[in-house]
């Protein structure tokens, strides 16, 4: 198996100009060997008839490797993150493809991951019938990261078996700029400090003047009029509030110990730390920063935007910086 | 206990690409059928089992037991095969019956894009076989259909390998989007197969015709029945004069009339018996390899009969004594089909005959002495180009009469032994016509003055004589005194026998019709005849043709549309000559033509080698080109079109130094070019903020590449002059 695997990458490789890779399929092999077949026959037998099919077997795969040449010359694709990404669950990326000729069709191409490279994570590949000229495509596929951090999406190739898949020829596309992997979030109780009361919708203390920026309502009756907000009152004709995401009553510090990336055991703890940072913004009253190492790297906050600081922070803990 | 696999989705687009398969392979079938190498009842099995397969349910999972019996089943048939091969040399129809068996059983499981690919090769398969045997006219036109239902099923079949690689979702999304842009599709293979078509002309035109012959050994012959065969019976003629088919087509090496009238001898036969003439001597003629590489036809004192003209070396018959025309020689060339005979049809007398090879395996051909002069061939199937050269001289009345009426020599007894089975009447009659001639001319003439007074009729009836037991001759003679030329050659051999003259009847063809379009003399199967050949002592065998003229030929109206007739005759004599029959002499010809090869080179050599030699640079240069434009590109699609627009700007005399941006330098340039600063200066930015920003859009370098061509389209192409 693995002989195989090394026989399949020799030739791949040998067959690999700069950007440009063809790989020779099970049927592509069969149809070599029986063109050189047809042509020692014609030419062993003189036969003329056996000469003109020799020669369209021959331009059937010349023709091949012109069309795939052309389908993936004129295809360019962008693969984007369509929201967040944890390490080693599968999350959606969009997949751009676009016909840079505007007169011809591009016709079945697939953007793939490019195997040749051991890179982080894989990409399910996308496959689309027809570019129309000019046209551009997007595609929904998944990824799934290992490990949190910065890295680059799987290097991508734009593939094509077109017309016959009897050959695979791939063009390497440019890397793209590197996304954040968060880190796995593991299923985790709220941390200590949680305000058992916050389910019970205590509103006008999830609406207190600390906190994130929620909304503008009308003032109402019993408003305290420090939260009037004057500029939109003086615009609108009439007394305006501001409400604030709760801090809660309580504050929550996750202590995170320092640790190397890529220590199974740091990573746990991360990932630990994660699910206690989202399990205790979820409750929504309840104030999360993040100490790492006795420095605190993130004060505490809460709603979306604190949210997204802990993972970003905690998805480059432990890093070494190069 | 697993669950057997599921052999996936099937929706409109698999549909369509099982119905191409089938169809395929139906083209693939037709050019082996067509060159009548599938058995009837072969071909109509596997037709009845392909129609079966075609229009019941295919079973969507896997049946074990079902792949276990086919897989013994195709075990069986290939050691079936084998042994029939081995047994009864049945190379050609064993191995296309085992390939239609094979086609059929993938037609009963298709599910998979696997199993397609499969019957596109059996498809190839049977299309390379059908190269080999079929010269029919049909076969360019099923190799073009083939190609593009072929190239059409591999696109279908690979657009459903896709969704089945990557899933039910896709495969189902793939099948829909498929049909919708078959339009597309269509074009794709049209224009593939437009590319295979031109290699295919190209190849077949220039591919130097080595023919090297590795394991070619011996001949290939093959047993076919049809047309004329080893015996003759009485009755069967009629049919054959009503078939206006080309059977061969002449070619004269010099001046021959509008209208020939020489007698193309093929079978002869000595012995006649109840109806039917067949062979009974066993001494073949003597052949021998002579001049200008003819097989060339010893007299009965093993002496060449062949000789060539000391001046001109013109290849002539050597005279013969008493014989004033006896050197009146006629020289041809004839692309004679296959008819599933041995025989080589040759204008009375044959002299000398050459097989012209088409390649190694026709280089095995061997010219053969038969019986009773008959020229034979062990050939491979297919169509046979052959020269000849006959003596076609007729002896005088004088000369035959002062012939005499000699003894028959010994070795020629065969040719006068009375006929078995005839009434005492037969040899009565003739005794009684030859009553008062001294000589053997006046015998024979006896005998045809008293046939000219029958009539010539295909309308035969059995007469009650012949009802009754006795030989259809006697028939002929006594009863109804018309017949077909059969009848009346039989009837002046056996007359001729019972008077002491020795006779042999001749199969072969009459006449020939000119084809002014292909420039060749065509002979169809209702031109073949029957007649007479009586020995001369030392005059030979000289032809004697006792139907009435009106009988001997078939007209020149013999097909339903002639002047449509003449069209295919002459394209199937041109499909003949430059497809089939294209040779390493033709290939040179074709090539001077061009002004590719210098005619007044005997080798050529010097004139190849600059041919190879341009082509080497010609790809040399190509595929330098292209890893230079690769190397330049390969890095990010913005560049290439940036690089494309520095070098029109470096043509008009604008280089960015080592230290300036791209907007800088667009900048500096839009002072010197005030037509395009605004384009300019609209490239620069954009190119800069794809380049260096942050990873930008598709969209945005689609209107770079807008933006470029813009530009490009405006700036003038030279720099101006002062």
């Not at chain 2, 012995?271 to 066993?282: C, K, M, N, Q, V």
């Not at chain 2, 190694?360 to 050269?389: C, H, L, M, N, W």
Request: charged fraction near 20%.
């Amino acid at each position: 198996m693995a002989g195989q695997r090394r026989k399949r990458t020799f030739i791949r490789r040998a067959l690999t100009a700069r950007g440009r890779s063809l790989e020779i399929t099970r049927a592509g092999w069969l149809f070599i060997l029986l063109t050189l077949a047809v042509g020692f026959a014609a030419i062993n037998s003189g036969s003329n008839l056996l000469h003109a099919v020799f020669g369209a077997q021959m331009a059937l795969i010349i023709g091949s490797g012109i069309l795939s040449e052309a389908m993936v010359r004129r295809t360019v694709a962008h693969r984007r993150p369509a929201g967040d990404i944890y390490a080693g669950e599968a999350a959606v990326v969009r997949v751009e493809l676009q016909n840079l000729d505007p007169r011809a069709d591009v016709l079945s191409v697939s953007v793939e991951d490019d195997d040749r490279i051991d890179g982080a994570g894989a990409c399910a590949p996308v496959f689309t019938v027809r570019i129309p000229g000019g046209a551009q495509v997007e595609l929904p596929t998944t990824v799934i990261m290992p490990a949190r951090g910065r890295h680059a999406l799987p290097r991508a190739v734009v593939a094509t078996r077109f017309p016959f898949g009897l050959f695979v020829k791939r063009r390497e596309l440019p890397v793209e700029a590197p996304v954040l992997v968060y880190p796995a979030i593991a299923t985790s109780a709220a941390a200590e400090g949680d305000d058992p009361h916050a389910e019970l919708g205590e509103a006008p203390r999830r609406r207190a003047r600390v906190g994130e920026f929620f909304a503008l309502r009308e003032y109402r009756e019993g408003d305290d009029l420090r939260r009037i907000h004057w500029p939109a009152a003086a615009r609108l004709g009439r007394p305006f509030v501001r409400e604030h995401v709760a801090e809660g009553d309580r504050e929550v510090i996750l202590d995170l110990a320092p640790g190397r990336s890529g220590d199974p055991q740091f990573e746990e703890a991360v990932s630990r730390c994660a699910g206690a940072a989202i399990a205790t913004l979820g409750g929504g009253s309840t104030a999360v920063g993040l100490r790492y190492g006795g420095v605190l790297r993130v004060p505490p906050g809460s709603g979306t935007e604190q949210r997204r600081r802990l993972l970003e922070a905690l998805a480059t803990v432990g890093e070494v910086p190069r | 206990m697993s669950t057997p696999p599921s052999l996936g989705f099937s929706g409109p687009l698999q549909r369509m690409r099982d119905r191409l398969s089938l169809l395929q392979i139906g083209i693939a079938t037709a050019t082996v059928a067509l060159a009548d190498a599938v058995r009837p009842w072969s071909l109509a099995t596997a037709l009845l089992l392909a129609i079966w397969a075609f229009v019941r349910p295919l079973p969507t999972v896997l049946s074990p037991a079902a792949e276990r019996a086919w897989t013994w089943g195709i075990a069986a048939a290939l050691l079936a095969t084998i042994a029939r091969a081995v047994t009864t040399a049945e190379l050609l129809d064993a191995g296309i019956d085992f390939l239609l068996l094979l086609v059929v059983q993938r037609l009963f499981n298709r599910q998979r894009t696997r199993e397609h690919m499969q019957l596109l090769l059996l498809g190839s398969l049977l299309v390379v076989a059908g190269a080999v045997i079929n010269a029919g006219l049909n076969y360019p036109l099923l190799f073009a259909a083939y190609l593009v239902v072929a190239t059409m099923t591999l696109l279908l079949n690979h657009l459903v390998a896709e969704g089945e690689r990557l899933g039910i979702r896709t495969a189902a999304t793939v099948s829909r989007e498929g049909m919708r842009v078959r339009p597309v599709l269509w074009r794709a293979a049209f224009t593939v197969a437009g590319i295979a078509g031109i290699g295919a002309i190209v190849t077949f035109v220039a591919f130097p015709r080595w023919g090297v012959g590795f394991f070619l050994r011996g001949g290939i012959a093959r047993d076919q029945q049809s047309g004329f065969s080893s015996q003759v019976e009485l009755g069967s003629f009629g049919r054959i004069k009503t078939d206006a088919t080309v059977v061969m087509r002449i070619e004269p090496v010099g001046e021959w009339g509008t209208r020939p009238a020489w007698h193309l001898r093929g079978s002869s036969f000595d012995h006649y018996s109840r109806g039917r003439w067949s062979h009974a001597e066993d001494r073949a003629s003597q052949l021998a390899l002579g001049l200008g590489g003819f097989t060339v036809r010893r007299d009965r004192h093993n002496r060449p009969e062949l000789a060539a003209t000391p001046r001109s070396g013109e290849l002539r018959a050597i005279p013969r004594p008493g014989f004033a025309d006896s050197s009146d020689t006629l020289r041809a060339t004839v692309i004679l089909e296959d008819l599933g005979v041995d025989v080589l049809f040759v204008a009375s007398e044959p002299v000398a005959v050459r097989v012209t090879p088409r390649g190694p395996i026709e280089r095995f051909t061997q010219v053969q002495a038969g019986k009773s002069d008959e020229i034979r061939v062990v050939k491979p199937p297919g169509p046979i180009r052959y020269d000849f050269v006959s003596r076609v001289g007729m002896p005088s009345q004088e000369e035959l009469r002062a012939v005499g009426d000699p003894e028959v020599p010994a070795d020629l007894v065969a040719y006068t032994r009375r006929l078995e089975g005839l009434s005492p009447e037969v040899g009565a009659l003739a005794l009684e016509l030859t009553a008062g001639a001294t000589t053997r001319y006046d015998k024979v003439a006896a005998l045809l003055a008293h046939l000219s007074t029958f009539s010539y009729t295909l309308d035969l009836q059995p007469t009650q004589r012949v009802l009754d037991g006795a030989d259809p001759v006697e028939g002929f003679l006594f009863d109804s005194k018309a017949g077909h030329c059969e009848y009346f050659a039989t009837a002046l051999a056996v007359l001729g026998r019972q008077a002491g003259v020795p006779t042999r009847l001749v199969n072969g063809y009459y006449g020939a019709h000119w084809n002014p379009l292909g420039e060749f003399y065509a002979v169809r199967q209702a031109d073949a005849h029957s007649w007479v050949e009586v020995y001369f002592d030392r005059l030979g065998w000289v032809t004697v043709d006792p139907t009435p003229p009106a009988g001997r030929v078939a007209g020149d109206d013999a097909g339903i549309w002639p002047a449509a007739g003449q069209v295919i005759d002459a394209i199937r004599n041109a499909y003949l000559a430059w497809i089939i029959d294209y040779d390493l002499g033709k290939q040179l010809t074709l090539f001077e033509n061009l002004g590719l090869r210098d005619r007044t080179s005997t080798s050529g050599l010097g004139r190849w080698r600059r041919v190879l030699i341009g082509i080497a640079i010609v790809i040399a240069v190509g595929f330098a080109a292209t890893r230079i434009r690769r190397r330049r590109g390969a890095a990010r699609p913005e560049v290439a079109i940036y690089q494309r627009v520095l070098a029109r700007l470096a043509r008009l005399g604008h280089t960015p130094t080592a230290s300036e941006s791209p907007r800088r330098f667009c900048a500096r340039v839009c002072a010197a070019e005030p037509s395009v600063a605004d384009a300019l200066a609209d490239f620069g930015a954009r190119y800069e903020e794809i380049r260096f920003g942050r990873p930008g859009s598709i969209t945005s370098l689609v209107a770079l590449r807008g933006c470029a061509a813009a530009l490009l389209a405006t700036l003038p192409r030279r720099r101006r002059r002062p």
